[in-house]
C-alpha cells in the first residue's frame, strides 16, 4: 500500500508538458480546416496556440483529441509536408545530379 501511494504522488508531481499532448476547441467561425479541432504535440503554449490560430482556429479551450469515430474535422498546428519521405529524420534526400 505504501508502494502504491508513493507511485501515485511521483506521477502528480511530474511536469504536466512531459505528459501533456490533445487539441484546441475551435469555435464557429474557424476554417473550416479546423471546424472543431486543432492537434498539439507537447504542452500547452503560446506557440502551440499562435500555430493553431494561424491554420484558422479560434480557439475557445482545450480538450483530449476525439478518435476517428467521432467523425469530428481536426487540423493539426504543423504544416503538411511535399516529401513525406524527407521529412522521416533517417531518410536522406535523393542525391541530384
Excluded: E
Excluded at 31 to 42: I, R, T
Excluded at 57 to 67: E, L, V, Y
Aim: glycine share 6%; with cysteine.
Amino acid at each position: 500500500m505504501r508502494t502504491l501511494f508513493f507511485a501515485v504522488l511521483l506521477l502528480g508531481a511530474l511536469p504536466t508538458a512531459a505528459r501533456a499532448s490533445g487539441c484546441y476547441i475551435c469555435s464557429n467561425g474557424s476554417a473550416p480546416s479546423c471546424k472543431d479541432y486543432c492537434a498539439y504535440h507537447g504542452a500547452d503554449t503560446f506557440d502551440n496556440r499562435h500555430k493553431c490560430q494561424a491554420k484558422g482556429c479560434k480557439i475557445s479551450g482545450t480538450s483530449a483529441c476525439p478518435d476517428a469515430s467521432a467523425k469530428a474535422q481536426v487540423c493539426s498546428r504543423d504544416a503538411p509536408t511535399s516529401d513525406p519521405i524527407a521529412a522521416i529524420p533517417w531518410c536522406a534526400a535523393p542525391v541530384r545530379s
